[in-house]
């Protein structure tokens, strides 16, 4: 086949002997002089650098003081407990704080003085206590291995004829199982006497425990080897009910809806929404985090922020899809707690390192702006113990304090 003149090779084939006799090729040097040449002399477009400032790149956000009020000093330190303090609660009306410890106390606190009113003792340590929502009452909830006791912690010397009746318990009301599970027992007299009312008695030891807002229903969620049962109880009529017959593999977090007849529960990695009503599921939330920790539900009922244990907070707008609105990372350990205020636009998060760290979070009422989430302060106190730091973290009803426990055996208030 004839080539065409131009395309034909330069040089003329040789024949060698062997293929060590064959030399390098004789113009490797000035062809590669000549490509560089071509590199060097080719035509270039010319880029203007651009002239931007470090502070041009950063979101324009208010100033810290514009988004007052929010805490900002330790006001209180609440001193007694011998143990880790696992869980706090306040009551609705801001005047009283309980608290519950390793040291198997439940300790009632004054809120403005920081003087122990009240201390209830157990057999074991106590994992979780929580207020009834319900102002008119003060009745507490307090979770003890697999027992959860209600107690009457209101301490004027005549006690309320509603709080006397809600915590007794008929005969009628025990008629039924021979062995129900869950169990309503009254406790003994001497329990009695210092406010232990009642208690229900499970299987297995309780995880988490949580109140309906009207103040009748409450949840509670027991576990073993990682499958848990969740178990809705009425405190008027003494009843359960199980919302999921199966049991749920890695129960996280559980809560009722602010604002809807909806249950909302985290497992490891996701967060599911159930319609009670209806008895479907609503949706699943997918955040980028590999062990949720904490939950929490804004006051409106759009928005929730979880925590993990890999130093993420995720803020969901419910109202969007599956994946979350904003993910924030300004902690250095893993993030234990996180909590909503119920008037103020804040919340907060605890974590390991010993902080809290306090946001600013509006939600605007418009569909059109996304809501405003600016880290305001960080507050310091509590001492990392045996790699534990605060431990839960919650907002007064209507100041702008925020309350924490840590694993060094103290509460702290800051305002």
């Not at 929010?70 to 006001?75: G, K, L, R, Y």
């Not at 074991?124 to 909830?141: E, G, K, M, Q, T």
């Not at 009722?256 to 909806?262: A, G, L, V, Y």
């Not at 939600?363 to 730091?389: A, E, M, W």
Request: include cysteine; glycine fraction near 4%.
């Amino acid at each position: 086949m004839k080539q065409d003149p131009e395309t034909r090779p330069k040089f003329i084939p040789q024949k060698y002997g062997a293929f060590r006799h064959v030399p390098a090729y004789s113009k490797i040097v000035e062809e590669t002089f000549e490509r560089c040449l071509d590199l060097y002399l080719a035509p270039r477009t010319i880029k203007m650098k651009k002239k931007t400032s470090p502070d041009s790149l950063l979101p324009d956000l208010p100033k810290p003081n514009e988004l007052k009020p929010f805490p900002s000093e330790q006001c209180l330190s609440f001193l007694g407990h011998t143990g880790r303090v696992r869980s706090i609660s306040v009551h609705p009306d801001g005047q009283w704080l309980a608290s519950s410890s390793d040291d198997s106390t439940v300790r009632l606190w004054e809120v403005q003085t920081g003087r122990c009113w009240k201390i209830w003792s157990f057999s074991s340590a106590v994992i979780l206590v929580a207020w009834n929502p319900n102002p008119a009452l003060h009745i507490l909830a307090a979770a003890v291995g697999n027992q959860v006791f209600i107690l009457n912690a209101d301490i004027s010397e005549t006690p309320k004829e509603e709080v006397e009746q809600l915590l007794s318990l008929d005969a009628q009301e025990t008629e039924g199982e021979a062995t129900p599970n869950p169990k309503w027992e009254m406790t003994t007299a001497k329990e009695a006497k210092n406010g232990i009312r009642l208690k229900i008695v499970y299987d297995f030891d309780i995880t988490k425990l949580a109140w309906h807002h009207k103040g009748d229903y409450f949840l509670v969620a027991t576990s073993r080897a990682n499958r848990a049962t969740l178990f809705i109880h009425q405190l008027s009529k003494k009843s359960t009910q199980k919302p999921f017959k199966r049991a749920i593999l890695i129960l996280t977090n559980a809560l009722f809806h602010p604002t809807k007849p909806h249950l909302v529960i985290s497992t490891q990695t996701h967060v599911y929404i159930y319609n009670l009503l209806k008895q479907a599921k609503l949706k699943k939330l997918v955040p980028p985090v590999k062990w949720i920790s904490g939950l929490a539900i804004h006051p409106g009922g759009d928005n929730l922020i979880i925590g993990s244990y890999d130093k993420k907070i995720c803020w969901f707008d419910l109202d969007m899809g599956e994946k979350p609105y904003k993910t924030i990372r300004h902690h250095k350990k893993a993030v234990r707690a996180v909590a909503y205020h119920s008037r103020y636009p804040l919340f907060a998060s605890s974590s390991d390192d010993g902080n809290v760290t306090v946001f600013h979070g509006r939600v605007f009422n418009d569909l059109v702006t996304n809501p405003l989430i600016v880290p305001v302060k960080i507050l310091r106190g509590h001492t990392v113990t045996h790699s534990l730091g605060v431990l839960d973290v919650v907002f007064h009803p209507t100041q702008p304090w925020v309350f924490s426990a840590g694993a060094d055996k103290t509460i702290r208030l800051y305002n």
